[in-house]
């Protein structure tokens, strides 16, 4: 079963404009939230995570909303560009001790339009 | 510079054949993930460890073996592959005790023919 839920599967923005990524999940225990890109022929990497604590997360562009009430959270890319254009993963997990697993959203691919 | 890295990079094998997939990282991580991506179903779990001696199995385990010997190497096996194997799959390393960042390997591509 899919636990974390990501839209759209794919989006095209214009360069400049704010692109937004959403994701919602239903473990009501996953506690960390982060996203991951993945630029074409390259293998993941994060990008940009929050806990619950906060309700917003900022670095640069890139800015995570979290709504803990109605278990969603989105990523916006803000000024977006064309080097921004990549698949995104959204993730969450919660915390086991021993071991922390991510559960992946099924990714959304962003294209940047100049 | 967190390194983990792959072997082999691209691999063919014939159905019923096993294949290894290994996976080396010198982050001195305890957990190290395998995953497989796919069109459409993006990253699935298929097996994970916690430190040298332990695999535990992810959303997808049915068909893949694992095999922790050491804390840098982690491998994954296929007993007897199949053409729904085909795949590109992703090794990842991760520090212990809460959720730290996973660092990716290059990938390998696996075509089962």
Known sequence: ?114 | EAAVTQSPRNKVAVTGGKVTLSCNQTNNHNNMYWYRQDTGHGLRLIHYSYGAGSTEKGDIPDGYKASRPSQENFSLILELATPSQTSVYFCASGGLGGQDTQYFGPGTRLLVL
């Open chain 1, 1 to 114: 079963q899919q636990q974390v839920r990501q839209s759209p599967q794919s989006l095209t923005v214009w360069e400049g404009e704010t692109a937004i990524l959403n994701c919602s999940y239903e473990d009501s225990t996953f506690d960390y939230f982060p996203w991951y890109h993945q630029f074409p022929g390259e293998s993941p990497a994060l990008l940009i995570a929050i806990r619950p604590v906060s309700n917003k997360k900022e670095d640069g562009r890139f800015t995570i909303f979290f709504n803990k009430r109605e278990k969603k959270f989105s990523l916006h890319i803000a000024d977006s560009q064309p080097g921004d254009s990549a698949t995104y993963f959204c993730a969450a997990s919660a915390y086991t001790e021993g071991a922390d697993r991510l559960t992946f959203g099924k990714g959304t691919q962003l294209i940047i339009q100049p």
